[in-house]
């Protein structure tokens, strides 16, 4: 499958579905994609220099904050595609989605352990 195959696979026809495999090359193609994405829109809108999105709203310094506030919109869209398709691929792998959520909650209580320094 090529590159454009693959990310047509990934956002089109399965954006949205746990079930099934994706193959590594897929995979792979569809997280350069969401990469290169990424990338794209945080150069077009200024995201790396954008304040929390609260603190944001609430005190707009800048005259386009709704074109910052449309770049933060942008960079969440390809979350849940991505999410299903590491999912897919785990199932490739021979494991269960569920390894997923596994690993999501471990990082997120180390990251909440090093935060707060415990």
Same mark, same amino acid.
């Given at each position: 499958?090529? $590159?454009?195959?693959?990310?047509? %696979?990934?956002?089109?026809?399965?954006?949205?579905?746990? =079930?099934?495999?994706?193959?590594?090359?897929?995979?792979?193609? $569809?997280? !350069?994609?969401?990469? &290169?994405?990424?990338?794209?829109?945080?150069?077009?809108?200024? =995201?790396?220099?954008?304040? %929390? *999105? *609260?603190? $944001? !709203?609430?005190?707009?310094?800048?005259?386009?904050?709704? !074109?910052?506030? *449309?770049?933060? +919109? @942008?960079? @969440? *869209?390809?979350? +849940?595609?991505?999410?299903? =398709?590491? +999912?897919?691929? &785990?199932?490739? /792998?021979? &494991? %269960?989605?569920?390894?997923?959520?596994?690993?999501?909650?471990?990082? /997120? +209580?180390? /990251?909440?352990? @090093?935060?707060?320094?415990?």
């Amino acid at each position: 499958m090529t $590159f454009n195959q693959a990310v047509y %696979s990934a956002i089109w026809r399965k954006p949205f579905s746990f =079930a099934g495999r994706m193959r590594r090359r897929d995979y792979w193609y $569809f997280t !350069l994609f969401c990469a &290169l994405y990424l990338l794209s829109v945080q150069a077009l809108f200024g =995201a790396w220099e954008m304040p %929390s *999105l *609260l603190g $944001f !709203l609430a005190f707009p310094q800048h005259e386009f904050y709704a !074109l910052r506030v *449309l770049g933060g +919109i @942008l960079v @969440l *869209l390809p979350i +849940i595609p991505h999410i299903c =398709a590491t +999912i897919r691929r &785990l199932h490739d /792998s021979g &494991l %269960s989605g569920w390894v997923y959520l596994g690993i999501i909650v471990t990082c /997120s +209580i180390v /990251s909440v352990m @090093l935060d707060f320094g415990g």
